[in-house]
């Protein structure tokens, strides 16, 4: 089992930025991609970001390339999603997610792909 826990969300103007954070226990973080997913009021849960088991590969939402940038530190068991640019469609529960990779590359987008979730936070961002 991976515990995920994320922080970090709340209430922004557009414009402003929020750094989100997902810290992981259970088993060993370096063997997992991970993820950021969020879900909008009232539509399906989307991908936003992942990032390979080391860190070396990326991949990002159309929607937010160029604004957010995530990382990860696998000595601290932690995933950070760097928000910035933000606008009022960014409004959902962002996710972070653990999805287990036998090899150290490659990041996925399907949320059926990864295996553990976060409970969610909240970010709203107001006009």
């Known amino acids: 089992q991976v515990q995920l826990v994320e922080s970090g969300g709340g209430l922004v103007q557009a414009g402003g930025s929020l750094r989100l954070s997902c810290a992981a226990s259970?088993?060993?973080?370096?063997?997992?991609?991970m993820g950021w997913f969020r879900q909008p009021p009232g539509k399906e849960r989307e991908f936003v970001a992942g990032?390979?088991?080391?860190?070396?590969?990326?991949r990002y939402a159309d929607s937010v390339k160029g604004r957010f940038t995530i990382s990860r530190d696998n000595a601290k068991n932690t995933v950070d999603l760097q928000m910035n640019s933000l606008k009022p469609e960014d409004t959902a529960v962002y996710y972070c997610a653990a999805d287990y990779r036998p090899l150290p590359v490659g990041v996925t987008t399907a949320p059926s792909s990864y295996d553990y979730w976060g409970q969610g936070t909240q970010v709203t961002v107001s006009s």
């Open positions: 259970g088993r060993t973080f370096s063997d997992y991609g």
């Open positions: 990032i390979s088991r080391a860190g070396f590969s990326t």
